[in-house]
């Protein structure tokens, strides 16, 4: 063999030499980077199992990609910590015992050395070391793919409804605007403060104070509401009488007219007003003229009540806790409803109720159970409202010196005694008794 | 690295030289008996003009070593017995008062020193001033008495011996002194066969019988030679790694207080081209450095007093080393290993 051919010979044995320790640079860096890929491989798995079962099929290429990944970033990195070809040549050369031939040969201070066949390779692989950390790889892939994992449920969204007390006004807000049952800025003015509450975080509406806050407001527009009912009634009842009454006295006709202005101002100036035409009505009153005021504008001034009252009525049909005043129209002398006494009575009988409904006979004193009260379930101790009223006193009573044994008062066959004497338990007992 | 070859020498001029240093060795093989390696690393400190320090128990041959080596070389040797009152003018030479025929006048007697080979035995009995005055014979091959120089033969040897157990009354060689050595040779005790080989071939009082192997001129010319033997870039590395390697701090270089100086690797280069020329090569290996580490560096490094309390040697640090530093320092991947070849 020629010098050239020897050249030719040992330039490519050390550039086999040198992509064998390239290949083993390489290698130490892909096994590097390995285990971690490795992970992160498994925990892809994991999630794609859990979350995404249909997208398993395309798993094996994800992770060959991912494989091929590493390998290129291994063979970049191995690219920049390239052993030099002269550094391989005096490994080969000394593990050889060549004598540093080859150097000396590359330098042209001596000839190059016989071809050697075959050629001992001066480094050897170590497989140990990749195997094992491709095992653990595997298996941490492999794991993952056989471990159960259940299925991924998506969470229910979580909604958080207003508290009740805001519904129930937004729902009586709603219906009496819808009604027209009252005035746009009273509206306005319950909704203002209800935004004002429903502005806070939603997780923030059920706290105490924001609860008890909603609760006030429900029982602020309630009272309001109720309010409204009650004088839209009695300034209805007042007009109502006014407008019939051409024949009554001059002293009932000022009551009537003293008790319309009062239900027109508290209509004008209560928490809750009544719809804008019959506030703008109401505004053009003179109290000190109603008396002298028409027939006809007085009838107009009723209907516009009623139909008022009637819309707050229908809008809030379906909320029966709100205490309610009906016109008073539809009731004494017009209707079924029991009458109150006077020119304004009705042919129905005042019916005994222990229940939630006022028996008002338009006398001073006015009587109700507690509506929280399970009238079922009274016990002594239960309170039981009672309005501070004055009693009725009978003035024309005789309080001269009586016999012994004698009645101070007649009566009317002992009906006093369950109507004015009785307090609401002992009037439950006996309502029981002739149930 | 571009490499400067400059001019070396030919295959042809290789394979002559290293027959004449075969015939060497094979005439001191006649004298010394046993000492194969010794007689080698002779031959090749010499080869490298370096001057060289043999240790080594008294009756080893040490004397018998120089003479025969004066006689296969042609060379005039001179010995001197160093002992405390012993003078560096005795050694170097003297001015003595002469009659002349321009009248009386000083006239330099030169010592024993003006030799090509001195062997300068039990060298560390003689008192530091005298030892001193060896320096500048050693280094720079001349001497200087009373404002005159005057040169030493060409080629110049120094073989000096010292007695490594009879150390009362002895003066350590100082460092400086010991780097100027090439080598530190220990001579070491011979088997049993060796010694039955002396026996039946050597009487006391006879010398051995030797002939001439080299002149002056052909011990020259190998000298040149040596110096245009190659030294590859990867070899000088190697020894200048293997070199620094013996500064203190290094693992491997644990217990040395004080390191080889740049003569050393100087040396060590010099004596790597003698063994490769030796040898029939043309360019120095890193067999060649292997081989003569021990011998140049042994006596170079300084270990402290821990590592000489645990028994640690030179050799053991140098041998350390040598495992410690590769031909080329480029590390092998870890899933690789060297293969046994």
Known sequence: MNAVADARFWDRAVRRVSRRIHSGWWLDGWLAALIPTSLLAALVVLVVRWRWESAMRWMPWTLGGLLLVTMAVAWWRMRRQAEPMEATRVRLEDALGLHAALSAAQAGAAPWPEAREPLPMPVVFRPQRPLAMALVGLLLVGAAWWVPVSRYVPPELRTIEKPAALREVEQWIDQVKEEDAVAEESAEEVEKEMQELLQRPATDWYEHAALEAADQLREMTAQDLEQLSQNLAAAEQAS??????????????????????????????????????????????????????????????????????????????????????????????????????????????????????????GTQRKEKLDGQLDLQRLAAADTVQVTDAAPQVDAAADHSPQAGGALRSAGDGGSSAWQDELVPTEREILKRYFR | MEESVGVTISENEAAAAAQKIGQLRAALQQVLFGQETLIDHVVTGLLARGHLLLEGLPGLGKTELVKGLSKTLGLEAKRVQFTPDLLPGDITGNPMLQDTPEGRAFVFQPGPLFANLVLADEINRASPKTQSALLEAMQERRVTVMGQTHPLPNPFFVLATQNPIELEGTYPLPEAQLDRFLFKLEVRSIS??????????????????????????????????????????????????LVHATQPGGAAAEGVKYGASPRAALALAAAAKARALAAGRVNAAYEDVRALSPAVLRHRLLLDYRARLEGITPDTVVARLLESVPAQDAPLPDSLRAAKI
Not at chain 2, 215 to 237: K, N
């Open chain 1, 240 to 361: 109502s009488a006014l407008a019939q009454g051409h024949g009554l006295p001059n002293g009932l006709k000022e009551s009537l007219a003293q008790k319309l202005a009062d239900a027109s101002r508290q209509l004008q100036n209560g928490g809750m007003k009544p719809s804008q035409d019959l506030t703008n009505a109401l505004r053009q009153l003179d109290p000190s003229s109603l008396k002298g005021m028409s027939q006809q504008e007085l009838q107009k001034l009723s209907d516009q009540l009623k139909k008022n009252s009637k819309a707050l009525q229908e809008a809030l049909k379906n909320s029966p806790n709100l205490k309610l005043c009906d016109c008073a129209g539809d009731k004494p002398g017009k209707g079924k409803a029991y009458g109150q006494g006077g020119p304004t009575r009705g042919p129905g009988e005042v019916p005994l109720s222990m229940e939630e409904d006022v028996t008002d006979l």
């Open chain 2, 192 to 241: 049993a066969e060796t010694l039955e080989r002396i026996v039946l071939n050597r009487e006391i009082g006879e010398e051995p019988k030797v002939t001439a192997v080299l002149d002056g001129d052909e011990l020259r010319a190998l000298l040149d030679q040596v110096r245009r033997v190659f030294m590859p870039q990867p070899v000088a590395s190697f020894i200048a790694r």
